[in-house]
């Protein structure tokens, strides 16, 4: 039996270009890059592959440092999600984001729920920049209802760079496991002299004071930390003294920047020949 060779031009038979390629058949039906890229309908396999997901990576971090490059001086307020309005934390919140919205310094938070709520309303109440930096999670909040700049983050690493990045301090209410989480990386950021003049200030000292007891008597008695890193954080039960603490280092940086531009020209000598190579290389 012989058989017949299908004409080129058989529409019957599936066929496409692809730059050089001429594709028939199966072949013809592996969809193309674009349909891959473009499609929409549906969570493609292709969009789950490692490389696909740096691209996603790359973007949060392009559009983090866009949305946030012009924001000014910022401290990133952290705390539980399940703070409920009217408590004590809730009130301290507000109260933290309202006078750092009046000292001209910018809010941010998880813009969530709970004390990122509360920070966020004090700074819309202070009349300053209220930002909610969000994260995907399998249950959908959303924005709090005060965040007025958000930036919305599939990934965790990502949305915390933006957090020390934008941020001259921390101020840290009580919380859960997120809470800890982020003060933790603050901490070994500072530690680690990754991040330099970051203060990082916890409020509540019933609800603090237990875990710096535990930091003190057993890290550091079994030296697992240094005495100097138990310096890494301070603590207090008010708003004001919250707000002082954190930009206390802030307003001392940006003392020792202006010293450093405008200051004499005795001040300048004199702070070479304290941070001299030389000198650092014979001690
Ligand atoms: C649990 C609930 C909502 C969760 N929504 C969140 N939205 C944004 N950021 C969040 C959320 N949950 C946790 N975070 C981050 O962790 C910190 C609070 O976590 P904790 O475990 O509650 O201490 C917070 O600072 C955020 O950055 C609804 O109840």
């Known amino acids: 039996m012989t058989t017949e060779s299908p004409r080129r031009d058989d529409r019957s038979i599936p066929s496409r270009r692809k730059g050089p390629l001429e594709l028939r058949r199966r072949q013809a039906l592996q ?72 000292e001209g310094v910018a ?28 994260i995907e999670l399998p249950f959908e909040t959303g924005f709090n209802p005060w965040v007025d700049l958000g930036v919305n983050f599939r990934y ?17 209410l009580p919380g859960g496991l997120g809470t800890l989480d982020e003060l933790f990386e603050a901490m070994v ?11 990082i200030v916890l409020v509540g000292t019933r609800f603090w004071g237990p875990m710096v007891h535990w930091l003190r008597n057993t890290l550091l008695t079994e030296g697992m930390i240094s005495p100097e890193d138990m310096d890494l954080i301070q603590i207090t039960d008010t708003a004001e003294d919250a707000v002082e603490l954190v930009l206390a280092g802030f307003r001392r940086d940006m003392q ?5 531009m405008f200051g ?20």
């Open 31 to 102: 969809g193309t890059s674009d349909q891959h890229l473009l499609d929409t309908h549906g969570a493609g396999r292709f969009v789950h592959t490692d490389p696909w997901r740096v691209m996603r990576i790359q973007s949060e971090f392009v559009e983090g440092f866009g949305a946030l490059a012009e924001l000014g001086p910022a401290i990133s307020i952290f705390g539980s999600a399940r703070t409920v309005p009217g408590s004590g934390y809730y009130e301290t919140a507000v109260e933290i984001g309202r006078l750092l919205a009046r």
């Open 107 to 134: 809010v941010i938070t998880g813009g969530g729920p709970g004390s990122m709520e509360a920070a966020n309303r004090g700074a819309v109440d202070g009349s300053g920049t209220s930002v909610g930096l969000g």
């Open 189 to 199: 950021l500072v530690q680690t002299g990754k991040v330099t003049s970051f203060p």
């Open 264 to 283: 004499s020209a005795e001040e300048e000598e004199e702070e070479e020949e304290v941070w001299s190579p030389d000198k650092a290389d014979g001690e």
């Open 256 to 260: 020792e920047r202006r010293g450093g």
């Open 156 to 172: 965790f690493f990502a949305r915390k760079t933006m957090f020390v990045k934008y941020a001259h301090g921390f101020v840290v």
